[in-house]
């Protein structure tokens, strides 16, 4: 049993693997108390003075507890597939590279320390921008709406939900993403952007495959989990000072201080 189950894991393409894998692997053991989330946050003073320099990693993939995690997981791990299903997986890796190191430096204005939000809406905008002309998509499962509108109905839930802090912090990884496609595809040949084509070396690692041509296929369900309106900040931002976790249904969980 356990061959077949590495078996159907070894099929999931290799960055959307690699996202999915993440995720639970950061949040799993702080949501157990193994760890304490504290120890995985972005703190830029950690980073460069004592060089804990995983939180650069763990920060992108620390989720939300409760049902508000599989809503989370679903959805990175559907919008990453439907990227990588048309999109090579070095390129995919070394583009997203750069997107993740755009988002920590827009994110420091807002003082976020989480950024699991923040690279979802960066991956959803790439992949809506990517859809086939006409595309829809079901929001909640209740409101089909054109795919190119989606990173906005993304971006109006956080301000509903959350407040204009958290849609401020939300619109830095839609906004990374629209740079990123404008950087890269908006030509429609990403030829043209040396630095976007994957080195060797990635290529080595990553695993480079051959594509179907066109856009990828953004039909389907993108489904969006709420949260709560009091959080100090969601599950794609934090503060130094202390974490409220914006996306649990209920009462809600709250992780202390530093």
Sequence with gaps: MADSILTEIRKIP?????????????TIPYLLGIISPYTLLYHRDSVL???Q???????????????????ELAMLYQTSNQLEATFDSADLAWQLFFACIAINIASHPLGASIFLRPLMH????????????????????????????????????????????????AVVGTVVGHLWW???????DAQGAAWARAPRWVKDLVGSRAVSGGNGSASGVHVYPPRTRGG????GTGSS????????????QRLGNN
């Design 14 to 26: 290799p960055v959307t693997r690699f996202l999915t894998t993440s995720l639970l692997g950061v």
């Design 49 to 51: 003075q004592k060089l």
């Design 241 to 252: 000072s202390g974490i409220s976790r914006g996306y649990n249904w209920g009462s809600g």
């Design 53 to 71: 320099i995983w939180r650069l990693y763990t920060s992108f993939f620390i989720g939300s507890s409760g049902i508000n995690f599989i809503f």
């Design 232 to 235: 100090a900040s969601g599950s």
């Design 122 to 169: 960066c991956l959803t905008y790439i992949s809506s921008a990517r859809a086939p002309p006409g595309a829809q998509s079901s929001f909640f499962g209740l409101l089909t709406i054109p795919v190119v509108y989606v990173p906005y109905t993304m971006l109006a839930v956080e301000f509903l939900m959350g407040g204009p802090a958290a849609a401020g912090r």
């Design 182 to 188: 404008w950087r890269v595809w908006s030509a429609g």
